[in-house]
DNA sequence: GGACGGACCTGTTTGC
DNA sequence: TGCAAACAGGTCCGTC
């Protein structure tokens, strides 16, 4: 389940095994996995093939990387895509989907078990690829400005959880983190995003950036080997969350049994004493 | 144009 | 034991 700490973590790998190096072949295993590079698999590898990755780059949970062509590879992971360093003699598994031969050296292989992932090749997007410009800044970029993320989260006339998972209000916030900041600031997600005061807002976006942090300085989080890093080696940050996946468990505050309620088709945790639900809802 | 529900997808877990 | 349903959830798309 890679948020913004899981691709971070991703990133810095892929900073140090891909920049530099020449592409001599790549290989698309799975035609979905380059479901949006419209032109269709073959444009997608010949858009590659002998050009060099010269950075890596993130916003939110999408990566990109410039080509020395001044096109750029854009990726995302989706619920379950890994980028592995393996070198050529490795088996390719079952959920190979696109492989990345250079000219020396291991090799860079997109993996995805639920396939919700997705590779794609933007022209002239070296910068910053049009496919990506709709979302919202991220915490971690030199132009967060966090007065305007608070007013766009406090316009939103939905859920706070909900407005959270807005990529275009904030970018790189998923279920796991979302729950995790709502708890630390003692809210609970269904509360209208629209009747927190400035201050109030300004608090949950102060422990977005906290929770985010926290988990990128862990190498982000793992459940199982859904998400791994280059090198397949899973997290830490699990260890230190507080709501989600704890069900029935003691809530690390007050002492209360954590609750899982279903939103958004998904699963939410919270503590009922410390996250008490709005009055007048569910 | 914003809000919101459903679809997409597959390996694992749970229930009968 | 075996089958079916539920579950995990980020993003896109259609509808209202």
Known sequence: MPELPEVETVRRGLREWAVGRRLSGVDVHHPRAVRRHAAGPE???AALVGRTFTEVRRRGKYLWLPLDSGDAMIGHL???GQFRVLPEEAPDGPHLRVRFRFAEGPQLRFLDQRTFGGLAVSRGGADLPAEIAHIAPDPFEPGFDADRCVAALRRRRTEVKRALLDQTVVSGVGNIYADEAL?????????PADALT?????RLLGHVVDVLGEAIAQGGTSFD???VDVNGESGYFDRALHVYGREGAPCDRCGA???RESFMNR???SCPRCQPRPRGRG
Request: aromatic content about 14%; charged content about 15%.
């Open 267 to 269: 699963s939410s945790f």
């Open 78 to 80: 989706g619920m379950s």
């Open 257 to 259: 049994s954590i609750r």
């Open 225 to 227: 080997a859904l998400y």
């Open 43 to 45: 444009d997608f590898a």
């Open 183 to 191: 708890w630390r600031a003692g809210l609970h997600g269904a509360r």
């Open 198 to 202: 400035g201050p109030a807002a300004h």
